[in-house]
């Protein structure tokens, strides 16, 4: 099987076919460089015969260059006329058939994916990237581990580890699934139209087993959201809401062996989860 890639020239000469412009409500950016969407697909470690999701294939540079490294594809895509046209250009750039599946839908709301991919490979619109992230690892147990294009901010937020000034919400709620790290730089100039933002590639393996049931993961996210929404304050003002008063969080805090006096940034998913465990019965509204 040989399959060739996009060039610049006919990404420009597709969009024109399809009428399609880059929008910034879509956060579309397309990848006109090969060596880029290799680049990608290395630092995800994609392997022949296994099964790739790519969220927002776009004309389809990213997918051509994970279906020549020998893997299916289920590419999720939210512009029906991108989607449409997405199994002619593979076709086209000799795919066989079968090696590529076009769920059109939006990636937020779709809770199957045939084939049960266990690699997640995307170029993620940076208007949704986080939301979308967490969504596929919430909702696919099968996927192990991904690769993905987003915004540098996004990514250090993802890969960042407890002590750092970036480390936040999204930080602790990537982790509930497994470790991040990131994973090469991309620079601006491969995308049409040229972004104003940096991007970066962040990487994660999903850890073996459930950290914890559903319950606990809802609760433990939503002590999380509140411990950042008020990230200078102490651990016991700033979940005193969540629990109903700053003695019962106090009594939460004490029982999962933190310190009441510390802060958001501070604690490990462990430590978040562990507070999750200890609140006593249903959180507060």
Do not use: C
Not at 67 to 74: F, H, I, P, Q
Not at 108 to 113: A, K, N, P, V, Y
Not at 215 to 239: G, S
């Amino acid at each position: 099987m040989t399959v060739t890639l996009l060039g610049a020239t006919e990404i420009r000469s597709l969009a024109g076919e399809l009428d399609v412009t880059p929008t910034k409500k879509l956060g579309q950016n397309f990848v006109v460089d090969a060596n880029t969407v290799r680049k990608i697909v290395h630092a995800a470690r994609v392997q022949p015969g296994e099964r790739v999701v790519e969220v927002g294939p776009g004309l389809g540079s990213l997918t051509l260059a994970i279906l020549e490294a020998g893997a299916s594809v289920t590419a999720v895509e939210i512009d029906h006329r991108l989607a449409s046209r997405l199994a002619q250009t593979a076709a086209e750039h000799g795919v066989p058939d079968g090696m590529l599946t076009v769920v059109d839908a939006d990636a937020l709301r779709i809770t199957e994916l045939p084939g049960e991919p266990t690699v997640l490979v995307a170029n993620l619109p940076y208007n949704v990237s986080v939301p979308v992230l967490l969504h596929f690892l919430e909702s696919f147990d099968h996927l192990q581990r991904g690769v993905v294009m987003v915004q540098a901010e996004v990514a250090e937020r993802l890969a960042a580890k407890p002590g750092s000034k970036i480390y936040g919400s999204p930080s602790v709620k990537a982790a509930w699934y497994g470790e991040w790290k990131l994973a090469g730089t991309v620079s601006r100039q491969v995308f049409w139209p040229v972004p104003n933002v940096d991007s970066l590639l962040v990487g994660f393996d999903r850890s073996e087993g459930e950290r914890g049931p559903v319950e606990e993961r809802l609760r433990t996210f939503e002590i999380v959201d509140a411990a950042f929404n008020q990230r200078r304050k102490m651990l016991r003002q700033a979940l005193s809401g969540v629990f109903g008063s700053s003695t019962a969080a106090i009594a939460a805090l004490e029982a999962a062996g933190v310190a009441p006096t510390a802060r958001g940034e501070d604690l490990t998913v462990d430590d978040y989860h562990r507070i999750a465990q200890h609140s006593p019965g249903p959180i507060a509204d």
